[in-house]
């Protein structure tokens, strides 16, 4: 089986001409020995490289390449599959664009492909050689993606003191996890996430509940999310809660019920964001309407929960725009590594720009994916890279420090 496999770096120091074209010469042995051509493309700052033949031997020598120290950021964009090589009998022919101009790369890229031109102008090899050539977009943030001029150093623990339930009922517990804006050293919110009596993880509280009771006591549980928001005095803070949609749908006056929890404990509407899954909420959506409407005419404010986890994404903003979306963790982890992922969060903060809706990346555990994801516009994070939730009571915060 012939891959295609096309990644983008960035350059770590400086080259000259001579020296790019004799590590190009011999790569072109070890290349050959793989049975792997290709082209390789660079500005003088970025490489952008197409990798082509066998599956495993182009995933070797992309392995291989990664490991590579003379270049970082190694972003793959694209992994296909094709009946025949795009590009034949070129080797790994190298465009260095600091002395060859990008229309006559272009028309060189053309010349080799086995594939006529008015096929190949419309194949994805040749779009992202294109794009490379004639967009700064992806320079542009390279330039600003800086992760090694920031470290987040470990904020030591508060002195403990004896962990307490902050309401009387011990159905569950609540652990605190800010969401913070790290370039201006604030706290934007906490979410209360929820935990059993003994501090166990949510999949562990929702598989205590039974299923006839399981909305009713999701919706109760909330008193304890508040209490302990006032209890550890979150101020003019916000307090994110995560609420079932079937919570609101079936139990009979479920926005009165969360409006007098909210009132007894000395908070206000305003700084409570109902938190609901992509997922949840399309399943049902119809039903669900009439509660958002409700939840917003109380002042209490909405976010989709694991933005993109679900199959609706951007489609189910033309539908219903929430005050926030937080990006899910499956799409931060390693983003700037990953060429698609990419792709999907420039288009989620372009749109949310437009409909003005803020944008929270959560999961963030890494100095490199915090870095790309703010200079991609995102200004607010949550994450073990800040910090981790603490059963009943705020954590401390880790905060970026330049140098």
């Keep these: 089986m012939l891959s295609t496999l096309i990644y983008r770096s960035r350059l770590r120091g400086d080259i000259d001409q001579a020296r790019l074209a004799a590590i190009v010469t011999q790569a072109q042995t070890r290349n050959a020995e793989l049975q792997v051509s290709g082209i390789l493309l660079f500005d003088g700052h970025q490489f952008l490289q197409v990798l082509e033949g066998p599956l495993t031997s182009v995933e070797a020598l ?36 600091r002395n060859v101009k990008a229309h006559a790369v272009l028309k060189s890229v053309v010349k080799s492909s086995v594939v006529p031109f008015n096929l190949a ?63 201006t050293g604030k706290i934007k919110a906490f979410e209360a996430l929820i935990r059993t009596p003994d501090g166990g993880s949510p999949a562990a509280w929702f598989a205590s509940v039974s299923s006839d009771e399981l909305y009713e ?19 003019s803070h916000m307090i994110s809660v995560n609420l079932l949609p079937g919570s609101l749908v079936q139990v009979p006056d479920a926005v009165e019920i969360l409006l007098a929890q909210i009132e007894r404990h000395g908070l206000v509407p305003q700084q409570v964001i109902v938190e609901v899954t992509e997922s949840e909420v399309i399943s049902r959506f119809d039903e669900f309407e009439h509660v958002i409407r409700q939840l917003r005419a109380a002042g209490i404010n909405l976010a989709i929960d694991d933005f993109g986890a679900g199959f609706a994404g951007l489609s189910l903003l033309t539908r219903f725009q929430p005050g926030r979306i937080k990006i899910d963790r499956s799409i931060v982890t390693d983003i700037h590594l990953h060429g698609p992922k990419q792709a999907i969060v420039h288009g989620i903060v372009r749109c949310c720009s437009e409909l003005e809706i803020t944008v929270v990346a959560e ?9 790309w994801l703010e200079a991609a516009g995102i200004k607010y994070f949550q994450g073990y890279l800040f910090a981790r939730p ?12 330049a140098g």
């Design 121 to 183: 102008r419309e194949a994805r090899v040749y779009k992202f050689i294109r794009s490379f050539l004639r967009r700064p977009d992806s320079q542009q943030i390279s330039r600003q993606f800086q992760p090694d001029a920031w470290r987040v150093d470990r904020t030591p623990p508060r002195p403990l003191c004896p962990l307490q339930p902050a309401a009387a009922d011990i159905s569950c517990q609540f652990a605190l996890q800010p969401i913070v804006e790290p370039l």
């Design 62 to 97: 992309f392995e291989h390449i990664s490991k590579d120290e003379r270049h970082d950021f190694v972003v793959e964009l694209m992994r296909d599959y094709a009946p025949r090589r795009h590009f034949e009998n070129v080797g790994m022919a190298l465009f260095d664009l």
């Design 217 to 235: 006591v999701d919706l109760h549980s909330k008193e304890s999310a508040f209490a302990l928001a006032k209890a550890v005095n979150i101020g």
């Design 363 to 371: 999961g963030v555990e890494k100095v490199e994916e915090w870095c």
């Design 390 to 401: 603490v059963l009943n009571r705020a954590p401390s915060v880790s905060w970026p420090i």
